[in-house]
């Protein structure tokens, strides 16, 4: 029986507390959706997966055990897979835990996931939350087979004059490796994941998803690897995009990344380089938005 097959008894589930939170705004109902079960401890992988596929984000995360010194373990998954690492759940996750304390001075956290240990700040804002996470440094691949650059371009349905003239297709990672594209603004609106094999392409590439970016307007965009949902505000693409803009385009230190426009939830993310470590800071607004319990 696979994990989408498996059967989960209501009991199993009794008790059970989520939050919905929206995160990259300062607006309900805009922003990246996401789902957060703060006392996931005595689930398995298999309902896990089936509880992100009940919920219907793009993302939900799962903590594992009461916050220490230690930080608090985590796991992430999207309707299709467990990821190791995800910005926008881990920023969520982390003003939930600011809410759960009740602290009202600022905190920092430490989420531990599958990659590895991210370092959170938190704050209590009048209307919410901000969170603001540390990525590390980005290391960067580029120099892959032509043809299976070309591949992924085709792939996206993308001609060679919606490409941004002189600047280079690089892997890009800070915990999860991203394939940026750089268009203009007209390959931004028309781009779209357009074959079964996509995922298999960006490997060859060394990538697990893309993020197609207009480098003038700070604006990116990426879908799961089917091309079946388009993602709203990508925090794990937010830090290998601002390395790669600081790399090739000279941009300032601090820049907005905006996503989720042509989804109708307009998204910002706020990203930084650290002056003293040269990690990439990721930041936003974080607004919690409901919470529920299962019977």
Request: hydrophobic content about 45%; proline content about 5%.
């Amino acid at each position: 029986m696979t994990e989408r097959q498996v059967q989960v008894a209501q009991s199993d589930l009794s008790g059970l507390r989520w939050i919905h939170a929206d995160v990259f705004t300062h607006t309900p109902l805009s922003g990246n959706g996401l789902a957060i079960f703060p006392e996931a401890g005595q689930l398995s992988t298999a309902v896990m997966q089936r509880l992100t596929q009940e919920m219907r984000q793009f993302e939900s995360i799962f903590l594992i055990g009461e916050p220490s010194e230690g930080g608090v373990a985590a796991r992430i998954f999207t309707a299709e897979e467990e990821l190791d690492f995800a910005g926008h759940p881990v920023l969520g996750a982390a003003a939930a835990l600011q809410h759960l304390t009740g602290a009202k001075e600022d905190r920092n956290w430490r989420i531990v996931l599958n990659s590895g240990e991210i370092s959170v700040r938190t704050q209590t804002r009048p209307h919410g939350f901000w969170a603001e996470m540390d990525q590390g440094i980005a290391s960067f691949e580029q120099d892959r087979p032509s043809e299976a650059v070309r591949h992924v371009l085709n792939g996206l349905g993308l001609e060679s004059n919606l490409l941004f003239d002189g600047l280079p297709i690089a892997t890009v990672s800070t915990g999860l490796p991203y394939v940026i594209v750089p268009v203009t603004a007209g390959g931004l609106a028309v781009a779209q994941i357009q074959c079964a094999d996509f995922e298999q392409r960006l490997a060859k590439l060394g990538g697990k998803f893309v993020y197609v970016l207009d480098p003038e307007a700070f604006e990116g965009r990426t879908w799961d690897n089917l091309g079946l949902v388009e993602d709203i505000a990508t925090g794990s693409a937010a830090g290998p995009t601002a390395a790669y803009l600081w790399r090739y385009c000279g941009a300032p230190e601090n820049l907005i990344l905006r996503q989720g426009r042509f989804v109708g939830r307009p998204s910002e993310i706020v990203m930084k380089r650290d002056p003293i470590t040269g990690s990439v800071l990721v930041s936003g607004e974080i607004i919690l938005l409901a919470k529920g319990r299962f019977f």
